[in-house]
């Protein structure tokens, strides 16, 4: 699963910046999702995009998030007028396929974001 | 919505010696998929093993090994011979057989002494 690559690994940011991360799928994969974890928290579901498309965003906050996963390039997770509270870690999946491979998806190494 | 819940928040088990980690679900469906995955030092999200509701067969993967109890809804993780690179927080997962999204529970923080 090595092959899900997020960047970058640490980001620091100003209450009121914006905060983007990016993630390449692995190979093969047209599928991406994004989770958050807080502290001590298990992680929770954000956004599902396929290519050039949001398929399921219930779990990301209304304001100030956004995602994105363009036909070329990597997905894209933006905060924008981050607050502390975001701070968190944040993980990039991708599966081949919503019934491929017994739905098993594979998970980057996270980037971590802190608001100081 | 599913709920996943793993009630020992931490554990400790000693090298070579087997431990045993918990987790409960609470679900309507009928199929659907059980994860275990480690979150060691380094943070990544690494699978461990994977469960098919329907297959009554407890998955195995090497030292790894599930107790699957439908009736029930528990799905522990059974670790043998555990190792000083067992140490991580473990989670476990629930996702619907028509769904995408992983439910995780808070997980269990297993520490493997020498």
């Known amino acids: 699963n090595a092959g899900v690559m997020q960047n970058p690994r640490h980001l620091v940011r100003r209450r009121g910046q914006e905060a983007r991360l990016r993630c390449s799928p692995m190979k093969g994969h047209s599928h991406v999702y994004w989770y958050r974890q807080l502290p001590e928290e298990g992680l929770k579901f954000m956004v599902y995009l396929q290519k050039e498309n949001i398929i399921d965003e219930s779990g990301m906050p209304k304001e100030r998030f956004s995602a994105e996963f363009p036909k070329e390039g990597p997905s894209i997770l933006r905060i924008q007028q981050v607050v502390r509270g975001d701070s968190a870690a944040y993980f990039c999946a991708s599966s081949p396929g919503v019934k491929v491979a017994g739905n098993t998806i594979y998970f980057g190494e996270g980037s971590w974001l802190t608001v100081v | 919505a599913q709920t996943v819940t793993q009630s020992q928040p931490e554990m400790s088990v000693q090298e070579a010696e087997t431990v045993t980690l918990s987790c409960t679900y609470d679900t309507s469906e009928n199929n659907y998929y059980l994860f275990w995955y480690k979150q060691p030092p380094s943070r990544q999200m690494i699978l461990v093993i994977r469960?098919?509701?329907?297959?009554?067969q407890n998955a195995t993967e090497n030292r790894f090994s599930v107790n699957f109890q439908k009736a029930a809804k528990s799905f522990s993780l059974k670790i043998s011979d555990s190792q000083l690179g067992d140490t991580a927080m473990y989670f476990c997962?629930?996702?619907?057989?028509?769904?995408?999204?992983?439910?995780f529970g808070k997980g269990t923080s297993l520490l493997v002494t020498p």
């Open positions: 997962a629930f996702m619907r057989n028509s769904g995408y999204a992983l439910n």
């Open positions: 469960q098919e509701a329907y297959k009554q």
